[in-house]
């Protein structure tokens, strides 16, 4: 186990064939393996009873509002809007929605445009990953193979990565 600044990396040993029926259930929900363990731990963990309430509605939310972004990614994936700011997209669609915006700034504990939130920063990177990932994308990459990014004013996300798929997934749902 590692540490960051305010996260843990875990390290996982699993069986191939598990790890395979791991997949196609991460797959299903539109999300990877990892995301999907990750959001398999933090709602046990959420219900077991070990939490204080307020940290317990914290991590339900956050899930909620990652659920619902990845739910929305695949629809839109599926009305065919992927493009390079398929990103920007999904959140624009998504904080058009006076519930989501509602919660979104529940979660982040401020209004949506405010700067220099912390949980705004992480839920942000959060969403962004998630979207990216349910839609089976990658990050465009400039002459240098670095991720391009694009700035955005008067929303609640300054930035994003620009995706694109990988040839043998273009074309595919």
């Given at each position: ?12 040993r ?32 959420a ?23 990845v ?26 929605d ?42 465009l ?5 670095r ?9 609640p996300i ?16």
């Open positions: 186990m590692t540490r960051n600044t305010d996260s843990l990396t875990l390290a996982l699993l069986d191939r064939q598990l790890f395979g029926w791991l997949e196609t259930l991460a797959r299903a929900e539109g999300l990877e393996p990892t995301a999907y363990v990750q959001r398999l731990i933090r709602l046990n963990v219900q077991s009873g070990l939490m204080p309430d307020e940290h317990r509605e914290q991590v339900l939310l956050t899930e909620s509002l990652i659920a619902r972004a739910a929305r990614a695949i629809a839109l994936d599926g009305e065919g809007r992927f493009d390079a700011h398929f990103t920007l997209t999904v959140l624009d669609d998504l904080f058009g006076p519930t989501f915006l509602a919660e979104y700034e529940r979660a982040i504990g401020g209004p949506a445009m405010a700067r220099g939130l912390p949980a705004k920063a992480s839920l942000n990177m959060n969403l962004g990953w998630q979207i990216k990932s349910a839609v089976r994308a990658m990050p990459l400039d002459d240098a193979g991720p391009r990014r694009a700035q955005v004013r008067g929303r300054q930035s994003y990565t620009l995706l694109t798929r990988p040839d043998y997934l273009k074309g595919e749902k």
